[in-house]
């Protein structure tokens, strides 16, 4: 009766915008895998497992039925099918033992295919992605741990970690005192004989407590440092890491965040004393790179389910998709959903030549990705609000899948640091790195000429960073800038005219209103909308 069929059976990687993407970021060899990835996560039952997911949430266990502290977190079989396909597939820390150029490109494709599916259990996978450059700074532990970080085999359970098939990886930055503010980090390190330190404190959130290994930041006699800390040690003795309790979220539900305590902590350093943020920093831009691959993801997903909605819910005389007004929002949001897109698989582009040695990819990323952090995960909440307006009533219910969605839209853009640590961090980037702000205009300048609104916009963005040395007031405005200028020479380049026309005249241009679906007159709609649909 005017309902629309469960959106099932598709392929969530006929997506045009990140197949064009994944080509021309130098990945174009793993099509096929992103393919079956997306057939995979299209099935009714990869959405059951979502949804089981998060309706039977962790379950903290912290003494056994002797008294004796365990400190386990219980999950359902859901999670663990789904953390399983996200290892098996190399969307964990494979890339990092894979030699194909275009393995960094790969891995966020798929990621981003994966996600769309359940975000949640996507937060260990990308710890463990980010961990291994990080604690390549102690070459003796990367030689132990590293080959089981890579490993594509999901083996859960807390157990002596060179006994396990596969390891997963999480950190503990935060505490209570200080959030973002880590170098005002209280937690305690102590040199031990044996040279390993003994850690004192607690951590305000840590994510995915049943990871096997964790980075941590503490205070050793020579500043703040980071740690490898274990949750068993070698030999099999459980390493003390009291979780005292799991975090009540607004979303994120089928992921456990925790608040553990350190009490004669067994850590190794990594990296040197005193040198704790340098060193961890490594392990934040991998996890800030994902935030813009999990929120362009996210975005993508709502956009789906609007269109599917659309093309086959009747109102007023017809199809919805058919009403003009209806397809310039869904339009809109594609233009949005596409700029993110082609900004998150160009990150992962600069990180992938970055890591192979290519120096101006990485001074690019370094300023670029926190650009990309602070305005695509921004845009997330009001992508996917709008498209579950288009859904009305049927997009506030559970069963549409869109709540979840709704519910875990803002977290990118707090994880790894909000809106103000991320614009701040450009800012410092620009300061101490020159170079990367060359690498940045450079990128933005191959569109120079092309379109007469970019360039008027990159003229705009030249003004505000030379107003003078105290920006600070200033960094979100010029951080925004940014972002939309680079989405806007991407698309320019690389993305079908009737994209890049829509994008620079509305979010250059100045032709757009406050909210959704004012596109100008003169955009194809419809071209776009049909762009945006699963081929």
């Known amino acids: 009766m005017?309902?629309?069929?469960?959106?099932?059976?598709?392929?969530?990687?006929?997506?045009?915008?990140?197949?064009?993407?994944?080509?021309?970021?130098?990945?174009g060899w793993a099509a096929d895998d992103l393919h079956r990835l997306g057939k995979l996560g299209g099935q009714p039952e990869a959405q059951r497992w979502a949804d089981d997911a998060n309706r039977h949430e962790p379950r903290l266990l912290t003494h056994d039925r002797y008294g004796n502290r365990v400190d386990e977190v219980e999950f359902h079989p859901a999670w663990h099918r789904l953390m399983d396909?996200?290892?098996?597939?190399?969307l964990a820390a494979a890339p990092w033992a894979d030699q194909?150029?275009?393995?960094?490109?790969?891995?966020?494709?798929g990621l981003f295919t994966w996600s769309q599916v359940e975000a949640g259990h996507s937060c260990p996978i990308s710890m463990t992605y980010a961990v291994v450059p990080a604690l390549r700074n102690a070459p003796e532990l990367a030689a132990v741990y590293e080959p089981l970080?890579?490993?594509?085999?999901?083996?859960?359970?807390?157990?002596?970690?060179?006994?396990?098939?596969?390891?997963?990886?999480?950190?503990?930055?935060?505490?209570?005192?200080?959030?973002?503010?880590?170098?005002?980090?209280?937690?305690?390190?102590?040199p031990a004989a044996d040279g390993s330190y003994r850690l004192r404190g607690h951590k305000w959130f840590t994510s995915a407590p049943m990871c096997d290994l964790f980075l941590v930041l503490a205070q050793a006699p020579a500043g703040l440092s980071c740690f490898l800390v274990p949750r068993v040690l070698p030999g099999g003795e459980r390493n003390t890491f009291r979780i005292q309790r799991l975090k009540d979220k607004l979303g994120n539900r089928s992921n456990a965040s925790s608040e553990p305590e350190f009490d004669d902590t067994v850590?190794?350093?990594?990296?040197?004393?005193?040198?704790?943020?340098?060193t961890i920093i490594e392990m934040v831009a991998m996890t800030r790179l994902d935030c813009v691959t999990g929120?362009?993801?996210?975005?993508?997903?709502?956009?789906?389910?609007?269109?599917?909605?659309?093309?086959?819910?009747?109102?007023?005389?017809?199809?919805?998709?058919g009403k003009p007004l209806m397809r310039n929002v869904l339009a809109d949001l594609a233009v949005e959903s596409e700029a993110a897109t082609a900004l998150a698989l160009r990150l992962a582009g600069a990180v992938d030549r970055g890591v192979r040695g290519d120096a101006n990819e990485r001074a690019f990323g370094r300023l670029a990705i926190a650009v990309g952090k602070f305005w695509v995960c921004k845009r997330q909440p009001a992508v996917v609000a709008e498209a579950l307006e288009c859904l009305g009533g049927n997009g506030y219910v559970e069963d549409s899948g869109l709540p979840r969605l709704y519910r875990d839209a803002p977290l990118n853009s707090i994880w790894e640091g909000s809106g103000n640590v991320q614009a701040l961090d450009v800012l410092r980037a620009m300061r101490r790195d020159p170079g990367s702000l060359d690498a940045f205009r450079a990128e933005v300048a191959l569109a120079a000429g092309a379109d007469g609104r970019l360039d008027t916009a990159t003229a705009k963005l030249t003004a505000l960073l030379g107003d003078g040395d105290d920006l600070e007031s200033d960094?979100?405005?010029?951080?925004?800038?940014?972002?939309?200028?680079?989405?806007?020479?991407?698309?320019?380049?690389?993305?079908?005219a009737v994209v890049?026309?829509?994008?620079?005249?509305?979010?250059?241009?100045?032709?757009?209103?406050?909210?959704?679906?004012t596109l100008p007159r003169g955009v194809d709609t419809a071209a776009l909308v049909d762009r945006a649909w699963p081929a």
């Not at 005017?2 to 130098?26: K, S, T, Y």
Request: include cysteine.
């Open 149 to 190: 970080l890579t490993a594509r085999a999901y083996d859960p359970g807390l157990r002596d970690p060179g006994t396990k098939r596969g390891l997963l990886a999480g950190m503990g930055m935060t505490e209570k005192q200080g959030g973002s503010d880590v170098r005002a980090n209280s937690t305690t390190a102590t």
């Open 2 to 27: 005017n309902q629309p069929p469960p959106l099932a059976g598709h392929d969530i990687a006929a997506d045009a915008a990140l197949l064009e993407g994944v080509a021309r970021e130098g990945a």
């Open 100 to 109: 194909r150029a275009g393995a960094h490109v790969a891995r966020a494709a």
């Open 85 to 90: 396909v996200a290892v098996g597939e190399g």
């Open 500 to 517: 890049a026309d829509a994008f620079c005249a509305s979010r250059l241009g100045g032709d757009w209103g406050h909210t959704f679906g």
């Open 295 to 321: 929120s362009a993801s996210g975005m993508r997903g709502a956009l789906v389910q609007a269109v599917h909605h659309a093309r086959y819910r009747s109102a007023f005389g017809g199809p919805l998709i």
């Open 475 to 496: 960094a979100r405005r010029i951080v925004e800038q940014m972002a939309v200028v680079l989405q806007g020479s991407l698309l320019v380049r690389h993305a079908p």
């Open 267 to 278: 850590g190794w350093l990594v990296g040197d004393e005193g040198q704790g943020v340098r």
